[in-house]
Nanobody
Framework: QVQFVESGGGLVQPGGSLRLSCSAS????????LGWYRQAPGKQRELVAD???????DYADSVKGRFTISRDNAKNTVYLQMNSLKPEDAAVYYC?????????WGQGTQVTVSS
């Protein structure tokens, strides 16, 4: 019954910005540790950012200083603001619970970084 619907991806030039949204149902984001993950072709899925139920955030070294994870409890939605995008950021981005057994993988949203 847990579902995440990601949106906001698209094509952006290097150095550009995108804001991804993750609408959650069947789970309360304010009660849950959540993460943004990405998977590029030929690579494993990796965690890029997470936020605890208390609002503490953490980031992979590769995105630190460029990405910001946040949530809107009233909308039960998690966001990922991505700035200064690099070609290596291109991937399908997913939102999920940090406790994967209590979440689910959605379709993700494609981010393409190209000139």
């Amino acid at each position: 019954q847990v579902q995440f619907v990601e949106s906001g991806g698209g094509l952006v030039q290097p150095g550009g910005s995108l804001r991804l949204s993750c609408s959650a149902s069947g789970i309360i984001v304010s009660d849950t540790a959540l993460g943004w993950y990405r998977q590029a072709p030929g690579k494993q899925r990796e965690l890029v950012a997470d936020i605890t139920s208390g609002g503490i955030t953490d980031y992979a070294d590769s995105v630190k200083g460029r990405f910001t994870i946040s949530r809107d409890n009233a909308k039960n939605t998690v966001y990922l603001q991505m700035n200064s995008l690099k070609p290596e950021d291109a991937a399908v981005y997913y939102c999920n619970s940090r406790l994967i057994s209590k979440g689910s993988w959605g379709q993700g949203t494609q981010v393409t970084v190209s000139s």
